[in-house]
């Protein structure tokens, strides 16, 4: 199966689901929106350990559906959240929330500096 299939799957689902999350405000908090979409991608990630290395393209796509779910419900909630903790003040909302991604990168990369390299 070609690759850009699968990647289509996972940012198509992400997309609709985003769509679809405004429906979500009022009756569920940014928050918990939030919690929810890191626990979907916490499951589609455990769900496709192992596929890639086995060949087993079609074992991914369950893994893509739910880590797409889980995206879109995080790409709706993220600028409510930067706008929600500004204040009155929608730049400083944002700057809060580029801080936090910042960090989160920096972070990423350490630890996979740290990591040490898998040898055949």
Known sequence: MNIAWLVFLWSGVSFVVALQARRLVGRVSA????????????????????????????????????????????????????VSTSSGDPGRGTDVAMAVSAGFA????VSVLLLRERRS
């Open 31 to 82: 928050r918990h929106q939030l919690a929810v979409g890191f626990v979907l991608h916490a499951v589609a990630a455990l769900t496709m350990l192992g596929a890639v290395g086995a060949g087993s393209w079609p074992r991914l796509v369950p893994g893509l559906v739910v880590s797409g779910v889980g995206s879109g419900l995080l790409n709706a909630a993220l600028p409510l959240l930067a």
């Open 106 to 109: 920096v972070l990423a990369a």
